[in-house]
């Protein structure tokens, strides 16, 4: 318990007065945290036998923040400008002793202080554009005059923190004190300054460097592409722009400005939603934090295909030895040899070491045979996506693991309980979908078997967590979440070409909404004959008829789009013509096709579709929902995903629309009880949860 409220304590050493922040998990600011700071600040100025002050913080880190969870809630407490300003103005100096992270809120107080001393293992950065915001208490007004302006804009745009090498080399921290020694030297750093009669520096009496007009006209240009859709990162530039233009209270008023007009929008709602519904996805209910998990050292891939080689590397880059086994030499041998080239260009980007690619290669080992697999603590099957397959692959599986190894399998539409049952240990297995390439998209979708046991799943979530994966759990249904709510989205998208709409006019219209690409584009990308077969195609659907012209996509420089060497690609005047013969063919009288409904026609029973999910218990929360398909499917962050955006648009609003398609496209558009439910009651998706 401190001695200045519940989380601020206040003890002085000789000469200098420490103030300890102790509010875990994160010391965030909350108001508690802010009225300590206060009245801890105060009550050292006011101590004659204090003549400098430390300001440290107990736990794991550094203040990493204004506290999230208080915002849009009504204001408590000391606010976090006032305290800055006390510590600013105090007139002995203050010495902030970072530790751990220093973010957001927690660098603005640490830039409020007159000297900075960090650990080498300390990171310092402004992150608040991730959360759709800018830094709100003077950040974007005193970085700049300490770094620069070039550094502050890379910085507060990307959200990315520095070391504290780095921030010594820029004059961000003023020393370095040893590990684990913190205290003592910020104590002995104070008590210098003192002795050595330094001055209060003040951040905000430098002069910003750098800020030229071209600076910032550049900087838009470069990454206009990166920002697309994002309104935080402009009104972030727009704040450096008025650091290097104003006077420093002027330009307070400007931050204080944009900030209130971010933290008031929908995006910055959506995006701070995302911060804690992604760490919520993590829980799994009537499972507590500290279950019991197995030890996984060692994993076993079936597969050395795309997949098999992805879902490989998460486990050798996090140290996990792996035997991958794949039925044929050459194969095997192309597995192996892709893994490696992943690797080396890596290296050649700078992005890992030449011991790194050596150290990640010799945790793997190459076989021809599942009994290679008998030590491995889980095992992932990454074969054809195909239920006799997988069930022999199990089966076997079942004669040669070890007692309590899992058995995973990375199907993405395939029944896991039916899988299971292959085996005489259904507790033992559990659905792990990788995204393609899984060694770079965040998503695994945990999948829950009727008999997949507690400690299965709990380390199933934690090995995610190990490999750097945001998991979310998903029931037994065909496609799981992603897939199953993909699934109407493309059977709208086909229907819409052939009623009126044109590949691109879709494609135009998803890439606007913030998606990377729309569902044709995507198609040209994966190869349109995926799934397809010459013998077997009768030029049923226009897919079909694209594929027998050798029109398989990207790979073949044509499918719904034209491509030229680079790449680049132009809509196809001969597409255009065949889908006007298919619709004619089909006696279908085309007409022309709004914008607005060929978003709510993807969109919209995408939504249905999250609803019956969550209703069938497919999904525990929806806000897990919105997880799966930002990080597995590129939906916009800056929209909160399917069920944050249908709240955002009405439940009321959507249902009414969905009722109104229902009555001219069928009862695709039936919707669910739920959803209907949630509508008149004036409840949220993204707030639901399965009891
Ligand atoms: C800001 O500062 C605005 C100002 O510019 C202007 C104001 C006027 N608040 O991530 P973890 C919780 S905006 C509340 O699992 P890690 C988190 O929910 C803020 N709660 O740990 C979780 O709770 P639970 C700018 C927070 O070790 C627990 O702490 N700062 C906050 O993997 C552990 O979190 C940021 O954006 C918060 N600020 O990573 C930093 N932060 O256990 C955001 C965390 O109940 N935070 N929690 O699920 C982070 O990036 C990471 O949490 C951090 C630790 C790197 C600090």
């Known amino acids: ?93 203050i010495v902030a002793a970072i530790h751990g992270t220093a973010l957001g809120g927690g660098l603005e107080v640490a830039l409020t202080c007159h000297y900075r001393v960090a650990v080498p293992s300390a990171k310092l950065g402004l992150p608040e554009v991730k959360l759709g915001l800018l830094p709100g208490a003077g950040g974007t007004q005193r970085l700049p005059r300490i770094v620069g ?23 961000l921290v003023d020393d370095l004190a040893p590990e684990g020694e913190l205290r003592a030297a910020a104590v002995a750093f104070a008590a210098k300054i003192v002795a050595e009669k330094r001055p209060l520096k003040k951040v905000r009496d430098l002069e910003v460097k750098g ?27 727009k704040c450096i722009e008025a650091a290097a233009t104003l006077p420093f209270d002027d330009g307070m008023k400007r931050e204080r400005a944009l900030f209130m007009e971010l933290m008031s929008g929908v995006q910055s709602a959506a995006q701070r939603y995302v911060f804690f519904a992604e760490r919520q996805a993590a829980k799994i209910p009537n499972l507590p934090d500290d279950s019991a998990t197995r030890a996984i050292r060692k994993v076993g891939v079936i597969g050395a295909g795309t997949m098999g080689g992805g879902i490989s590397m998460n486990f050798l880059s996090a140290g996990v030895p792996v035997t991958i086994v794949e039925m044929k030499q050459e194969p095997l041998d192309r597995g192996v040899g892709t893994i490696r080239r992943n690797y080396e260009n890596s290296a050649a980007k700078g992005k890992l070491s030449a011991e790194g690619v050596a150290r990640n290669m010799g945790l793997l080992t190459p076989s021809m045979s599942l009994e290679d697999l008998a030590d491995c603590d889980l095992i992932i099957e990454a074969v054809f996506e195909n239920m006799d397959i997988k069930k022999d692959v199990f089966g076997k599986l079942d004669k040669i693991a070890k007692p309590g190894a899992i058995l995973a399998s990375n199907t993405s539409y395939l029944n896991v309980d039916e899988i299971a049952a292959a085996t005489a240990r259904p507790q033992d297995v559990v659905g792990l979908h990788f995204f393609s390439p899984a060694n770079v998209m965040r998503l695994l979708e945990v999948v829950r078997g009727a008999k997949t046991a507690p400690d299965v799943l709990a380390t199933a979530m934690a090995v995610a967590k190990k490999i750097g994966k945001v998991a979310v759990v998903a029931g037994v249904c065909h496609g799981f979440i992603g897939n199953r709510m993909l699934s109407p989205r493309q059977r709208e998208a086909n229907k819409l070409i052939l009623e009126g709409a044109m590949p691109w006019d879709v494609d ?29 195609s009768k030029g049923e659907t226009l897919r079909d008829r694209l594929c027998e012209m050798d029109r398989r996509g990207q790979k073949t420089g044509s499918g719904f789009y034209d491509y030229d060497e680079k790449r680049n690609r132009t809509p196809s005047p001969l597409v255009e013509k065949m889908i006007l013969d298919f619709a004619a063919e089909k006696g279908v009288n085309r007409r022309p096709i709004s914008d607005d409904e060929i978003l709510e026609r993807c969109v919209y029973p995408m939504i249905n579709e999250g609803a019956k999910i969550l209703d069938e218990g497919m999904a525990y929360r929806g806000s897990d929902i919105d997880i799966v398909w930002i990080n597995g499917y590129g939906w916009p962050v800056y929209r909160g995903g399917p069920m944050f955006y249908g709240d955002t648009v009405g439940l009321q609003a959507v249902v009414d629309r969905l009722k109104q398609y229902q009555s001219t496209q069928g009862d695709d558009f039936a919707p669910s009880p739920l959803l209907e439910r949630l509508a008149a009651e004036g409840g949220k998706l993204s707030q639901y949860s399965v009891k």
């Open 211 to 237: 800020g030229s007009p071209e600076l910032f006209a550049e900087f838009r240009k470069a990454n206009a592409r990166r920002f697309r859709g994002y309104e935080a990162p402009e009104a972030n530039i």
């Open 508 to 536: 135009r219209v998803l890439y606007d909404f913030g998606f990377p690409m729309g569902p044709f584009q995507m198609a040209d990308l994966a190869g349109l004959d995926i799934g397809w077969s010459k013998e077997t």
């Open 1 to 93: 318990m401190g001695n200045i409220n519940a989380v601020t304590d206040l003890a002085v050493e000789g000469n200098v007065g420490v103030i300890t922040v102790d509010s875990p998990p994160v010391n965030a600011l909350s108001a508690d945290v802010r009225d300590g700071l206060s009245a801890a600040v105060g009550k050292a100025v006011a101590d004659p036998a204090v003549e400098a002050i430390v300001l440290i913080c107990a736990g794991r880190t550094f203040i990493a923040g204004a506290d999230i969870s208080e915002f849009g809630k009504p204001p408590r407490g000391a606010s976090l400008h006032e305290v800055q300003a006390t510590m600013e103005n105090a007139p002995k100096p």
């Open 149 to 171: 302006a070039a550094k502050a804009l890379d910085m507060v745009t990307s959200g990315t923190p520095i070391g504290a090498k780095a921030a010594l080399d820029t004059g």
